[in-house]
């Protein structure tokens, strides 16, 4: 028999666990991005404070990533825009992986307001 309150803390890091998913694939497949971010827009008021830091992190994690992917696209012909988006790559993995790792550990994003790698 499980526990309700087990359950539903169980469902509720699953909806952000599965966020971080879309948005790893969002770097191969681009609209899972989306998807992630109206998930994370949806469910960040029903939850405990726990779970709400992960959607915190993860909406501004798209945000910035938008950012700056206009900002490579529009500085692509220079040649430093190919960085930026190299660079974008790489922070999103990085961003993605320690949020699940915090997550995975049960534990609140230590700093969902971050810009960096978090």
Known sequence: MTDIT???ANNDTSNAKLIY?????????GITGIIGLVMAYINKSDNDS???SH??????TFWIGLLLAVIGML???IMIGWFVLLFLTIWM??????????LNEGKA?????????G
């Open 6 to 8: 087990t359950t539903r």
């Open 21 to 29: 998913i879309l948005y790893l694939a969002s770097l191969v497949v």
């Open 50 to 52: 726990l779970v709400n």
């Open 55 to 60: 959607y915190r992190f993860q909406i501004r």
């Open 75 to 77: 500085t692509m012909m």
């Open 93 to 102: 993995i990085i961003r993605c992986v320690k949020g699940l790792k915090y």
């Open 109 to 117: 994003h230590p700093d969902p307001t971050s810009w960096m790698f």
